[in-house]
């Protein structure tokens, strides 16, 4: 069963650590993309990689960046936690331009104190 | 540019009776459109999604969904809800013609199955 992991499910971090969310998908997809979702502004997205060492910025990349060292891996990086970055976030992959939709991580919910 | 639409946040439905939960777009070419559930604390799975050919498409767990071009609607339907049904559910849209977008997911509909 092919899948997208995210590897923790919950967190909590102090504001001002430096925060890695970790996510790994089994699919050999060309696509991976980190969204955050907050209760009543739906899925918004914050960077995306069509290729490895490649990132674009999605619609809210700021405090964040990414990391894709390796086609199955790719990071999220909150450089210094702030309480505003509380938030499920939300890692999927596509193997192609759209036909076959994105495959969705769990989620990690995080919570910034 | 491409936008969606879900004009309820919630829907409220009484077990066995029919669903329907509602999706609006806004694109420049043809649409990719997909639906997808979201059960608590989990990641969205794929219900069902219209790419080409009949407007009548038929996904997961008895859902189905219309692509009405005119309309330009994509409404998910269901003709019996259970209880099970209850979940957050997430319309999506990618402009074909725009080569390079990525999919813009609406704000999610809260259904609930009321036994």
């Known amino acids: 069963d092919v899948k997208v992991t995210q590897s923790s499910r919950y967190l909590v971090k102090r504001t001002g650590e430096k925060v890695f969310l970790e996510c790994v998908q089994d699919m050999d997809h060309e696509n991976m993309f980190w969204y955050r979702q907050d209760p009543g502004l739906g899925l918004r997205l914050i960077y995306f990689?069509?290729?490895?060492?490649?990132?674009e910025k999605g619609d809210i990349p700021e405090g964040y960046s990414v990391s894709r060292e390796k086609k199955e891996r790719f990071s999220l990086i909150l450089e210094s936690a702030s309480t505003n970055q509380t938030s499920m976030y939300l890692c999927a992959s596509s193997l192609d331009g759209g036909v076959n939709g994105y495959t969705f991580g769990s989620g990690t919910r995080l919570t910034v104190v | 540019a491409q936008s969606v639409a879900q004009p309820e946040d919630q829907v409220n439905v009484a077990e066995g009776n029919p669903l329907t939960v509602k999706c609006t777009y806004s694109?420049?070419?043809?649409?990719?459109l997909f639906w997808y559930v979201q059960y608590p604390n989990r990641g969205l799975q794929f219900l069902l999604k219209?790419?080409?050919?009949?407007?009548l498409v038929k996904g997961s767990y008895g859902f189905e969904a219309e692509f009405n071009k005119s309309q330009t609607s994509f409404h998910l339907k269901k003709p019996s809800a259970l209880v099970s049904d209850s979940a957050l559910y997430f319309c999506?849209?990618?402009?074909?013609?725009?080569?390079?977008?990525?999919?813009?997911f609406g704000p999610g509909t809260r259904l609930s199955v009321l036994p």
């Open positions: 219209y790419i080409t050919g009949d407007n």
């Open positions: 990689s069509y290729d490895v060492k490649m990132k």
């Open positions: 694109v420049s070419g043809n649409p990719y």
């Open positions: 999506a849209v990618r402009d074909t013609d725009n080569y390079g977008q990525n999919f813009v």
